[in-house]
């Protein structure tokens, strides 16, 4: 029997490039500042990085408004500074993914360029999604809708005479243009996007939208209008059925490179629909959003678990995990932040890593960085205006990484002008302090992954639950791991075994309210 795919049960680090570490003093993050940084990821013990969008981009949207998907932006170094980052990372063992943006081009790039030039009817405007408007002068959208971060999903283009003229779709911000995938030459391109990035040593992709690209014929409207950044699966800007045909395509080139995955950001909640994602021959992974939309609730976690392996059993495909990523905000945050947030995030990290499969970990997690609350004037998210500033958007988890010292930029950068700004009281949650202390939520992590790499009780995908007493659940791997969560008021009792790990410090032998532990037993 061949052994399974590194990927299978693979720890994922989500790195937010412009976050996570600035090498030339410019208040952002980029490669090199990553490439200095990866002894951090190296004693964390993780198998891959996934490097959000590092190609050029006017930055519109940071960089999932891609100019040139086949050069690297001279913000985060150029491609000089790429091959620097593959060539480190691997010399470590650390695969290296990066972000693919399949849905949409940034309004720079010269395609767009070139369909705005070329006027109305022409073949250059075939890439995108260009329409006539309704209404007599044609003043109103083609249909009724609204892009994910608030307002129409059209804009009005002024033609090269100078009038008002066609309308393009953008179910993002106006400055990312919709591809029409009907049109050959935009998979073409992407082939060669893909091909150039797998030669050059990447160890695979995470697709961006890859529940959209595909629209209605006809682009017929939306029942209702849909909120900004929000997912229903009644929606018929996404999730059309002609999309798996793209996907079937990118599987045939990527399996040309024999090792290299596939992760798929696809935000379809029912179990069917999304499993036909994860089909022999379309993606290897499929992100599972169900943790990140629930409260820290024995029935609710216990059901979206349940809930998720049933999904993913559907095609025999490979579990996926996450807590938080650059959408959707910190998981301390979530479960009520501070003291009480912080032990809720480090139980629910090791309910996650005890589950069979591969897991996505967001840079700073491992420090249980929350959510920071920005000032109007420094938010930069373009939900924020298109919203009417009244959604505040995604940059309060992207704030950048407190590596050392006492006060801002935290050996982020070397100018405190970073391009956020980051908390003072951040001080205690630095690299450098938590490193030095054996209690601190890094050295847990790096305890639970520690143990998740080594420890053959982690062997064998198949998963029992026990009963658990009141607000608590448990899980045993056939492999012999049980894990508990006490997510309930009251201390309950350790399930049988040997405990090998905890989340917080046992109370008279108990395992106090929000908080876990692994224990491990003979298999059987
Ligand atoms: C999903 C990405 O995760 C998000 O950050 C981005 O804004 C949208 N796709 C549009 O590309
Ligand atoms: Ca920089």
Avoid at 2 to 16: G, L
Avoid at 308 to 327: C, F, Q
Avoid at 442 to 456: I, Y
Wanted: net charge negative.
């Amino acid at each position: 029997m061949s052994p399974e795919p590194w990927w299978t049960s693979a720890v994922f680090y989500q790195v937010y490039p412009r976050s996570f570490a600035d090498s030339n003093g410019d208040g952002i993050g980029d490669l090199d500042g990553l490439t200095a940084r990866l002894g951090h990821l190296q004693e964390l013990g993780v198998d891959a990085i996934w490097l959000n969008p590092v190609t050029v981009s006017p930055m519109a949207d940071h960089g999932y408004d891609v100019a040139d998907p086949r050069d690297i932006d001279p913000l985060f170094g150029g491609l000089a500074a790429f091959e620097r980052l593959v060539d480190a990372a691997h010399q470590r063992g650390i695969k290296v993914t990066m972000d693919v943006v399949p849905n949409h081009t940034s309004s720079q790039h010269p395609w767009f360029q070139a369909a705005l030039a070329a006027g109305p009817g022409t073949d250059a405007r075939e890439r995108y999604y260009f329409r006539d408007g309704r209404g007599p002068s044609g003043k109103r959208p083609p249909n009724n809708w609204t892009s994910v971060f608030g307002g129409p999903a059209w804009t009005r283009v002024v033609e090269p005479d100078g009038n008002p003229g066609q309308w393009y779709l953008h179910l993002f911000d106006a400055e990312q243009p919709d591809l029409d995938w009907e049109h050959p030459d935009v998979f073409d391109d992407f082939e060669k996007t893909l091909r150039l990035w797998l030669e050059r040593g990447v160890d695979g992709f995470r697709i961006d939208v890859a529940h959209g690209m595909a629209k209605p014929p006809g682009l017929p409207d939306a029942k209702d209008d849909i909120k900004v950044l929000h997912h229903s699966d009644d929606d018929p800007r996404f999730n059309h059925p002609s999309v798996h045909e793209i996907h079937r395509g990118i599987r045939t080139i990527v399996d040309d490179y024999p090792g290299a995955v596939t992760v798929g950001e696809v935000w379809v909640m029912d179990n069917i629909r999304w499993a036909e994602y994860l089909r022999p021959d379309e993606l290897h992974l499929g992100f599972n959003f169900r943790l990140t939309k629930i409260e820290f609730d024995a029935g609710e976690i216990h059901a979206a678990i349940r809930n998720s392996l049933k999904a993913t059993a559907i095609e025999n495909a490979t579990p996926t995990w996450t807590l938080s990523n650059h959408d959707v905000g910190r998981e301390v945050t979530r479960y009520g932040g501070g003291e009480i947030g912080l032990r809720r995030a480090r139980a629910m990290a090791m309910v996650m890593l005890a589950l069979p499969g591969a897991v996505f970990i967001y840079n700073g997690a491992e420090l249980g960085l929350p959510d920071v609350e920005l000032p109007d004037e420094v938010l930069q998210d373009p939900t924020w205006e298109r919203s009417g500033r009244t959604e505040r958007g995604r940059d309060k988890c992207r704030v950048p990484i407190p590596w050392s010292g006492d006060a801002p930029p935290f050996g982020f950068s070397t100018t405190a002008d970073t391009w956020l700004p980051m908390p003072a009281d951040w001080a205690t949650l630095t690299v450098e302090k938590q490193d030095a202390d054996p209690d601190s939520t890094l050295s847990f992590f790096r305890r639970a992954l520690e143990l998740r790499r080594g420890r053959g009780e982690f062997d064998n995908t198949e998963l029992e639950w026990l009963t658990p007493p009141k607000d608590a659940l448990i899980f045993r791997r056939a492999g012999g791991l049980v894990c508990a969560l006490n997510a309930g008021r009251r201390p309950i009792a350790l399930p049988d075994g040997e405990l090998i790990l905890a989340s917080a410090p046992l109370v008279d032998g108990q395992l106090p309210p929000d908080a876990a532990a692994w224990l491990v037993r003979s298999p059987g």
